[in-house]
Each structure stands twice: as C-alpha cells, then as structure tokens.
C-alpha cells in the first residue's frame, strides 16, 4: 500500500519547486505574467456581463457587480473610517464618481450591444484621450511625432465607427467611443487627486458612490433575476473582483512602461471569446483600425520611454548623472 507522507512529500517538494521558480523571475516578467492573466479575467468578466445583458438591464448588472467589489474593499475602507471619507477635493472626487458612473454604463452597455473585439479596440482610444486632455487640463507640451500619433490614432478609430453602407451612425459605437473619453477623464482626475487625497479616499468614493448612483436606474429597470441570472451576477462580481487583485498585484511588480503594452493583448481574449461564446468575428475594418491604434500607442510609448533614458543620462548641473 503506498505510503501517503510520500504522496505529500512529492506535492510538498513539487510546490517548493514551482516556488523558487516563480521568484527567480524578473519582477517585470512576473508582473507581465499577472498583468497578462488580469487582461484575461477582464475579458471573461465583460463575456459575462454580456450574457447576463441579454436578459437584464446593464445598470442592474453594473450594480450588484458594484455591490461586490465595496464588499471586497469594505475592510480597507472601515480601517480608515470616518478619516477615509475626508477629501482635500470633495467636488472633484464627485465629479470623478459621475463621470465613472457614465464611463461604466456606456462601455458596458455598449458591450452588450457590439461584438467584444470591436468595443475592446474603440476602447484602446482612451490613451488619445489622455494626451488631449494632459495638454488641456494638465498644461503637457506635445511635440510633433506624439500630435502625429494621436491623429493617426484617431484615424484608426474612425475606420470601426464610421457609418457603412449608407448606414447612419451606430449610436452604441459612439457609447463606446464616449466611454474611453471618461475613461481618460477619470484617470487624470485620479492623477490631480492623488497629490492631496489619500488612495482609501479615492477608493472609497468611487466604491460607494458609483453604486450609490447606479441605485436609482437599478431600481427602475428592475426585474426578478432567475436562479441562472443569479449565478451570473455573482460570477461577475467573483470574477471582477478577482481581476482588479490581480491587477493591482501585477502593477506593484513591474514597471508600468513594461506593462504598457501588453494592455493590447485583451485583444486577442476578446477575440476568443467573442467567436467562441457568441460565434463574433470582427470585421476587417475592424483589424485595420486595430493596427492603426495600437501602432500610434505603441509608437508614443516608445518616443516617451526614450525620453525617459535620455532624461536619466543628462548630467546634472553639478556634473553629476541623476
């Protein structure tokens, strides 16, 4: 009869293994690796919500997946409860909230309404929107190559949404659209409001508030979910939850220029889950204008990554290297 202290010795000795390997690894090959497994989780995340979609109204499904992730985040938020309340910018952190709110009900809506690769790639637009709005809000000088890329990414946009066939606009590529312009709004408000408010302030506003304000809707879009509806949205919140601990995981381990670019491989997930759950192939304007974004994002991650080392290499006025 084997002996079981072998069995668990070798399961023991096999988990060390896996162990060691996994922290020998570079830490941006390992944040790589999670930021790649949290894209991943994303994309399921967004399959879900659109099967759940074709049955109940997006800010019903948007709510209780918000209901989850407060769940998720109440511990952090009562270790710092009432002071987590407490913003220098109480007006910005609700005008963040609002435009949170309207970033998640539209992607999403438009989700559900649009083949999955179609929406992850009009997504992908929001680090045009970013460098508009640096310029704008932020007072960032853009120089020529960087104003090239932002046109020619715009033009890649405009391939996928642009009416065909004597159609008139579709209003759920123009949601999309809209939602990777709040997208970008929300992530440099969280770029103003993280010099003056601490991080559990920020996630505490958008964690009640954006439910808070997804209450109402919810309310009036009401139906009685069934026992399968119910399965999915807590799957939704499991998954969604799961997706941004990993995220955060991958973030903290490398650097954030080595895992800018592997934002694009939700492309390849939404791919696969679109053909194999709703039988979606994109169309080929769709992969035209999919080059054409990532290449201009890709090309200003570069001049920026360049800019940096050539940054780092100038001496100081003391003739000392930073």
């Known amino acids: 009869m084997p002996d079981p202290s072998l069995d668990s010795e070798s399961t023991a000795s096999a988990r060390g293994s896996w162990t060691d390997y996994w922290t020998k690894l570079p830490t941006n090959v390992r944040g790589g690796l999670l930021f790649i497994l949290a894209a991943a989780l994303f994309s399921v995340m967004v399959t879900l919500i659109k099967v759940a979609g074709e049955t109940m109204h997006v800010t019903q499904v948007l709510f209780f997946r918000q209901v989850t992730m407060t769940v998720v985040a109440l511990p952090v938020i009562l270790a710092g409860w009432p002071a987590s309340l407490h913003s220098e910018r109480p007006k910005l952190q609700l005008f963040r909230v609002l435009v949170a709110f309207m970033a998640m009900t539209l992607g999403f809506g438009a989700f559900i309404e649009l083949p999955l690769a179609e929406v992850t790639v009009i997504s992908f637009s929001k680090s045009f929107f970013m460098t508009l709005l640096a310029i704008v809000v932020l007072q960032e000088v853009v120089n020529i190559p960087r104003w090239t890329a932002l046109l020619l990414g715009f033009a890649g946009v405009m391939v996928i949404v642009w009416p065909t066939d004597g159609a008139g606009w579709n209003i759920w590529h123009l949601a999309a659209l809209a939602s990777a312009l709040c997208v970008a709004v929300v992530m440099v408000v969280i770029r103003i409001l993280s010099q003056v408010d601490k991080p559990v302030t920020i996630l505490t506003y958008q964690a009640v508030g954006v439910g808070a304000l997804m209450f109402l809707p919810m309310l009036y879009f009401w139906q009685m979910p069934t026992a399968y509806e119910w399965g999915l949205i807590i799957a939704i919140g499991v998954v969604s939850a799961a997706a941004q601990y990993v995220n955060i995981i991958a973030i903290r381990a490398a650097e954030a220029s080595a895992l800018a670019p592997l934002e694009y491989v939700r492309l390849v997930f939404a791919v696969a889950l679109g053909w194999w759950i709703f ?21 200003v991650l570069h001049r920026e990554q360049r800019a940096a080392r050539q940054s780092q290499d100038e001496p100081t006025s003391d003739g000392q290297r930073p």
């Open 279 to 299: 039988s979606e192939w994109p169309d080929p304007r769709v992969w035209i204008g999919a080059i054409v974004i990532i290449g201009a994002a890709l090309f």
